[in-house]
């Protein structure tokens, strides 16, 4: 299950908002033009499945969402636990960033927190399992997978050259709280 905190992007150590309710989540995202879905029929995957089992457990929601929202692939990102180059994989993605299309993400196993800087705002929300995040192409914003990343997902592309950044210079993301595996989402 998710959880929200919403701050000013100007004073991180005040949340305006912070909650792990499923309709509050849904909705204030939605209002920011977030698309945010619990996809709530569990798959049983094993950890060592290999990606193509993955997305056959997801075969029929990945389907319809790439129907509904034009995505042309998918694919599955696993990061377990250990690795040497974590911090580096880490530190790929933790700069503020936006994207020609809409990056989207469904959490298999494990979790992360993706931030979005929209307006004088930000938006943290920490995903685990049965989490699907859409994120607006061009919206600003970026993912802290944790010191020691553990997480399988399934990504969702419209470009056949997959993810592509366009980093902003803006060191906003130093500023805010980072992802500590202690906040892993129940579910």
Not at 4 to 11: A, E, I, K, P
Not at 157 to 174: K, L, N, S, Y
Request: hydrophobic share 45%; aromatic share 10%; with cysteine.
């Amino acid at each position: 299950m998710a959880r929200l905190t919403v701050y000013s992007d100007t004073d991180p150590s005040v949340a305006e908002l912070s909650s792990a309710d499923p309709a509050l989540v849904t909705a204030h995202l939605a209002l920011a033009g977030v698309l945010f879905e619990r996809w709530e029929e569990p798959r049983t995957v094993p950890d060592s499945a290999d990606p193509r089992s993955v997305l056959d457990a997801y075969a029929e929601p990945v389907a319809a969402l790439m129907k509904a929202r034009g995505f042309q692939s998918a694919d599955v990102v696993r990061m377990p636990r250990g690795l040497p180059d974590a911090a580096a994989r880490r530190a790929a993605f933790l700069a503020e960033h936006t994207h020609d299309e809409d990056e989207a993400r469904f959490f298999v196993q494990g979790s992360g927190a993706f931030y979005l800087h929209l307006n004088e705002t930000v938006y943290r929300i920490v995903c685990g399992a049965g989490d699907l995040l859409s994120i607006p192409a061009r919206t600003k914003h970026w993912f802290d997978m944790g010191a020691d990343p553990e997480f399988t997902a399934i990504r969702f592309f419209t470009r056949p050259d997959g993810w592509v950044a366009a980093f902003t210079g803006d060191a906003i993301a130093d500023r805010y709280p980072k992802y500590h595996p202690d906040e892993r989402p129940a579910g």
